[in-house]
C-alpha cells in the first residue's frame, strides 16, 4: 500500500506541476460552461432549476489486495474491464425561508470478468428540506429534514459523509466496491429555536432525530436510531472571531441489540475564526476549536469496562483563488462520530487538498487526495484510509464533455476490530475511467425579488 501511495501522490503532484505551468504562461481565461463544469446557476441564486445529468463510460477497476479474514461480497472481487451509464435529475431552490434539493441517481454497469452475473445496477434519491420561520425580530426557528433511500449499502468509507451508493454522473470518482444489496432508508430531523440578544450575541437549541432502517426482514444488519440535544451560545468578540460555548447530548440505540446504547456529551468551548489573508482577498483562513466528553466500553477486555474521556476536536480550513478560474484548498478536521456498524465511538483525524481550474478556454482539470486515520473505541489508532483522484475534462459544446480519470482507494482496520457486515479488513484498489457526460437544463424558474 506503501508503494502504491507514493506512485498515486507522484501522480497527482505531476498533474499540478503541468496545470500550474500552464496556467502561469497564458492569460486565465473565465469559465465559459457553468453547467458543464460546476452548476447552472451559482449557489446564491434563488432562482429553482431543474437538470438532468447523463454518462456514458468504460474503464479498468483492479482491487491490488483484499483481506481473506473476512469473506467479501462479489461487488469487492470484481475487477477487470467495465462500461456503464449514469443518470441523475437534481431540482434546487433557494428562496427566503425555504431551501429545497432533492435528487434521483440510477446506475448500470457491465462487468464481464464477472461470469456469474455481469451486470450491476443501483439507484438512489435523497431529500433536504429547510424551512425557516420568523417568530419575531430577535425569535426564530428552523425545521430541517434530510432524508436518503438507497438500493444498495454503501461501506468502505468510513468516517466520511455517507453518499448514496452510486458512482457521479460526473465520473469524477471510483467505485469503492463495497456496494451490497440492501434497500434502506436513513432520515434526520432536527428543530432549531435561535434567539439574538445583540448583534453580537445569541443562543440556539437544537433537537434532532435519526434513524437507519433495512427493509430486507432477512438481513444481518440492524436499524439504528439516534437522538440528541443541546444549546449553542455565540458572541462576537472582534470582526473575525466568535466565541462559542455549548452543550449536545447524544443517545445511540440499535433497537435488537444486547449492547448498551452509546451516549456522549459534548461539550464545546472554543473560538471560530474566519478572515481574509490578503488585501485582494483571495486567500481565506478559517479554523474552530471545541472539545467532547465521551464514553465508550473496552468489548475486548475480559471485563469490560466503560471509560469516560475528555477530548480536544476542532478543524481549519484554507482556500486560494488562483486568477479567474483556479482555486486550491486544504482542510483539516479531527472529530468524535459514530458511524454505522460499530458499537463504539470513533476519533478521527482527517486532511486532504485539492486544486482545479481550467487550461485554456474548454479544459478543466482537477487533483485531490484525502487521508483518515481513527481510533475506534478512542484508544490507539486502528484505521487508515486513502483516496485519490485526477480528472481532466474538455467541453465538446454547452452540454457535452469527454472526460479521463485515474482513482485510488485503500484502507485497513486493524486485526482486532470488529468489523460490521459486508466490509472486507483491508482494501486496496485503483482504476481508470472515461467517457463522455451532458448537462441539460430542464426547467429554470423566476428568480425572489
Request: net charge neutral.
Amino acid at each position: 500500500m506503501r508503494r502504491r501511495l507514493l506512485l498515486t501522490l507522484s501522480l497527482i503532484l505531476g498533474v499540478v506541476r503541468v496545470t500550474t505551468a500552464q496556467t502561469t504562461a497564458q492569460p486565465i481565461p473565465e469559465r465559459p460552461y457553468r453547467g458543464l463544469f460546476g452548476g447552472a446557476q451559482p449557489l446564491s441564486s434563488r432562482a429553482p432549476s431543474l437538470s438532468l445529468s447523463l454518462a456514458g463510460f468504460g474503464g479498468w477497476d483492479e482491487p491490488t489486495s483484499v483481506s481473506s479474514t473476512t469473506a467479501p461480497d462479489d461487488r469487492v472481487n470484481i475487477s477487470g474491464p467495465f462500461s456503464g451509464t449514469t443518470a441523475g435529475l437534481d431540482f434546487t431552490n433557494f428562496g427566503e425561508r425555504l431551501n429545497s434539493f432533492v435528487s434521483a441517481y440510477g446506475f448500470a454497469g457491465y462487468f464481464p470478468d464477472n461470469k456469474d452475473d455481469p451486470w450491476y445496477t443501483s439507484s438512489s434519491a435523497a431529500g433536504h428540506i429547510y424551512y425557516r420561520a420568523p417568530l419575531s425580530p430577535r425569535n426564530q426557528i428552523r425545521f430541517g429534514e434530510s432524508a436518503l433511500f438507497s438500493t444498495d449499502v454503501r461501506l468502505g468509507l468510513v468516517g466520511t459523509t455517507p453518499g448514496s451508493g452510486v458512482p457521479p454522473a460526473t465520473g469524477n470518482s471510483g467505485f469503492d466496491n463495497s456496494l451490497q444489496r440492501d434497500p434502506y432508508l436513513n432520515s434526520l430531523s432536527d428543530v432549531v429555536y435561535s434567539h439574538s440578544f445583540s448583534r453580537a450575541s445569541s443562543v440556539n437549541a437544537t433537537y434532532g432525530y435519526g434513524f437507519y432502517h433495512f427493509f430486507n426482514n432477512d438481513t444481518e444488519r440492524s436499524d439504528y436510531r439516534e437522538q440528541r440535544g443541546g444549546f449553542n451560545y455565540n458572541h462576537a468578540i472582534g470582526r473575525y472571531a466568535t466565541l462559542v460555548l455549548g452543550y449536545m447530548y447524544r443517545y445511540n440505540r440499535i433497537p435488537d441489540s444486547t449492547e448498551p446504547p452509546l451516549t456522549a456529551h459534548d461539550v464545546n468551548v472554543g473560538v471560530n475564526y474566519s478572515r481574509a489573508l490578503s488585501l485582494t482577498r483571495t486567500t481565506q483562513l478559517s479554523f474552530h476549536t471545541g472539545s467532547t466528553v465521551t464514553s465508550s466500553t473496552n468489548t475486548n477486555s475480559p471485563t469490560p469496562d466503560t471509560t469516560t474521556r475528555f477530548l480536544v476536536t476542532g478543524g481549519a480550513e484554507l482556500t486560494r483563488e488562483i486568477g479567474q478560474s483556479w482555486v486550491a484548498q486544504a482542510r483539516y478536521s479531527r472529530d468524535v462520530k459514530y458511524d454505522y456498524g460499530f458499537s463504539q465511538p470513533i476519533l478521527y483525524d482527517a486532511a486532504g487538498a485539492w486544486i482545479g481550474g481550467l487550461i485554456g478556454r474548454n479544459l478543466d482539470v482537477s487533483s485531490g487526495v484525502s487521508y483518515i486515520q481513527g481510533a475506534i473505541g478512542l484508544e490507539t489508532t486502528n484505521y487508515h484510509s486513502l483516496y485519490a483522484v485526477s480528472q481532466i475534462r474538455w467541453a465538446i459544446s454547452h452540454n457535452l464533455a469527454a472526460y479521463a480519470s485515474y482513482y485510488y482507494y485503500g484502507y485497513n482496520f486493524a486485526s482486532d476490530v470488529t468489523l460490521p457486515v459486508g466490509v472486507v479488513q483491508e482494501l486496496d484498489r485503483n482504476g481508470v475511467r472515461v467517457g463522455f457526460n451532458t448537462w441539460l437544463p430542464l426547467w429554470t424558474g423566476r428568480g425572489a425579488p
